[in-house]
């Protein structure tokens, strides 16, 4: 083998490991229920636990929820306006592509200033409720994504072999298109074990924040590790803890 061709192999065996795992799947797959922790650090320091948890519901609606478990680290060190929030969102899969219905944040309290009740409503083309104190009421327009279901159409798409488009997702009162580009392949290790992932990065035009996801095809394409970066700063992470995955259907 000539030098170059050396050089080059590497690369092309990466390139073909991904597109092998994303071409896995033959006839259409579905979301797996989850219940995942992971080990949030800010900054490098370690700020307390996070739990995301994937259930499907009678009515054929799914139900998608994030609770936060601040140590007293983050308490004491983390500005307020910097902490996580719980967060909730039901929606339903149409035509192998999720609809949100419902989107809420917050820790339950009326007076919480980073409270967010919102609605999906298709039939009269219009997304409305309140975002940080603010009246929300703007047009629904094909594909609108909310911020955690935006989570589990990625997932989607890797599942199905798809190469995520551009997604449109409602950011409290704003809607902002990001962009997903994939990365390679990586085996990371974590204490919820180690996992064969593929790394796909996204990120706003014009925008120097992104953020890296290391998604394990074994689990659905759920991501073991996810990375909030800044220009080349790694501002916060999540890496898995615990997993519990339901097998395929």
Request: charged share 25%; proline share 8%.
């Amino acid at each position: 083998m000539k030098p170059a061709a050396r050089r080059f192999a590497p690369l092309a065996t990466g390139l073909l490991a991904v597109f092998g795992m994303l071409a896995m799947p033959v006839q259409a797959a579905e979301l797996r229920q989850f219940f995942a922790t992971y080990e949030a650090t800010y900054f490098g320091v370690s700020v307390g636990s996070s739990d995301l948890h994937l259930q499907q519901l009678p009515d054929g609606l799914w139900h998608y929820e994030s609770r936060q478990a601040p140590n007293l680290r983050a308490r004491l060190f983390v500005p307020r306006s910097k902490m996580p929030a719980d967060e909730r969102s039901r929606f339903r899969i149409q035509n192998g592509r999720v609809v949100p219905e419902t989107f809420s944040a917050g820790n339950g309290s009326p007076d919480d200033p980073k409270a967010q009740q919102l609605t999906f409503d298709w039939q009269r083309g219009r997304v409305t409720g309140t975002a940080e104190r603010k009246p929300v009421d703007l047009p629904l327009q094909p594909g609108l994504l909310d911020t955690m279901s935006a989570q589990l159409a990625l997932m989607l798409d890797l599942a199905n072999g798809r190469q995520p488009a551009p997604f449109a997702v409602l950011d409290k009162d704003r809607i902002k298109e990001y962009d997903y580009a994939a990365e390679g392949s990586a085996v990371v290790t974590t204490k919820a074990g180690e996992f064969r992932t593929v790394i796909y990065r996204s990120r706003r035009v014009g925008s120097d924040k992104s953020t890296v996801f290391w998604c394990a095809p074994e689990l659905g394409f759920l991501p073991v590790r996810v990375e909030g970066h800044e220009g080349d700063d790694v501002k916060w992470s999540l890496v898995a803890k615990a997993v519990q995955v339901d097998p395929p259907a």
